[in-house]
């Protein structure tokens, strides 16, 4: 059993204080690993015209105090119920606030607001069991909740639900984020494991959620061409040895050309990969442990 370890010694941070800064430092690793196909990183903005790397930075900072709120409600109801799910809904709304009020209304984080939030609801009801599969499967019992305060707008999500009956956020939530727990976080072992370095773990990781998600920002910007596009390509990175060979980086190159001239980009599998990298932290109790803040 994986437990989150409760009583730092050098720093006294609370449980919802170090979770709120591992969900930002994941957001902020995700931000910052390159080469990213058609994703804003430290290269550049990708398929993306107004994102740039200084606002997805100030973006996952202005989310602290709602990830921070989210542990909090979960540790004060206690229990996976519609009164924790609500709370942890209308904290949401509010983080979304935050972060249209910094990028001056451009959405950088959405669907990652949406994933991190859960997650790190689901870590704080029960610190003592976050193996990724407890806490997936945690989130994905609040995910099933119906908050009946959230606004219906015909988001890009629903539009391409609507038109592909592709499956998106929710839905990908609410099945245990099968995307994480059974592609990611197995792939970024094998490659730590074949000592891949860090970095190309984590692309290779994005890859490997990128080779069978119905992305619905790629869906929205590119339809089924795109998503075709991303799912074969990234499989052909990942055939070729991976990021960390010769063959996988021209295959990786090529896939970031074809995606950027689709307008493709893959931003909800760049939210699943910081959802990945957040519970690899808190499963293996890295950050957690005492002295590391
Ligand atoms: C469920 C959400 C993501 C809305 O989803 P919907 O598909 O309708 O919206 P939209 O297209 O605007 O955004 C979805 C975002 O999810 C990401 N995404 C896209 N495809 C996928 C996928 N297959 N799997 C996971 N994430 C994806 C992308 O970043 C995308 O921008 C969420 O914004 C929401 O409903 N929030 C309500 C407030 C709430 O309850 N918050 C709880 C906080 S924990
Ligand atoms: N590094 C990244 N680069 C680009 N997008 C990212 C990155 N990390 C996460 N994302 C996700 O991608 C989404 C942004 O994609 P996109 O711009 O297609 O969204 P949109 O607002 O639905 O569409 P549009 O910009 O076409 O109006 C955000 O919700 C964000 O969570």
């Not at 945690?138 to 219906?152: Q, S, T, V």
């Not at 290779?204 to 069978?212: G, H, V």
């Amino acid at each position: 059993m994986h437990a989150l370890n409760l009583q730092p010694k050098s720093l006294s941070l609370s449980l919802a204080e170090r979770l709120a800064d591992l969900a930002v430092d994941a957001l902020i690793d995700e931000a910052d690993l390159s080469p990213k196909p058609a994703l804003v990183d430290r290269r550049g903005n990708g398929a993306h015209t107004d994102l740039h790397l200084g606002l997805m930075h100030a973006s996952a900072l202005s989310l602290w105090p709602a990830f921070k709120e989210m542990a909090e409600a979960a540790i004060e109801f206690g229990e996976i119920g519609l009164p924790l799910r609500e709370a942890v809904g209308r904290i949401g709304r509010e983080g979304e606030q935050a972060m249209l009020d910094t990028t001056g209304g451009v959405n950088t984080h959405r669907g990652a607001i949406w994933a991190l939030g859960l997650l790190i609801t689901a870590a704080a009801l029960e610190p003592q069991s976050c193996n990724a599969n407890s806490v997936a499967l945690r989130a994905a019992r609040l995910a099933l909740l119906d908050d009946r305060f959230a606004p219906r707008p015909l988001s890009h999500g629903a539009q391409v639900a609507q038109r592909y009956g592709a499956r998106g956020a929710r839905e990908e939530a609410q099945l245990g984020f099968p995307a994480v727990t059974q592609r990611a976080l197995p792939q970024l072992l094998r490659s730590r494991a074949a000592g891949h370095g860090e970095q190309n773990a984590r692309l290779d990781a994005l890859l490997a959620i990128m080779t069978s998600l119905a992305d619905t920002c790629v869906l929205y910007r590119a339809g089924e061409e795109g998503l075709n596009t991303m799912q074969l390509g990234a499989r052909a990175v990942l055939d070729a040895g991976g990021s960390a060979s010769l063959g996988g980086r021209r295959r990786l190159h090529e896939l970031d050309q074809q995606l950027i001239a689709l307008n493709a980009s893959p931003g909800g599998a760049a939210d699943l990969l910081a959802a990945c990298l957040f519970i690899d932290r808190i499963a293996s109790g890295d950050g957690l442990i005492q002295g590391v803040f």
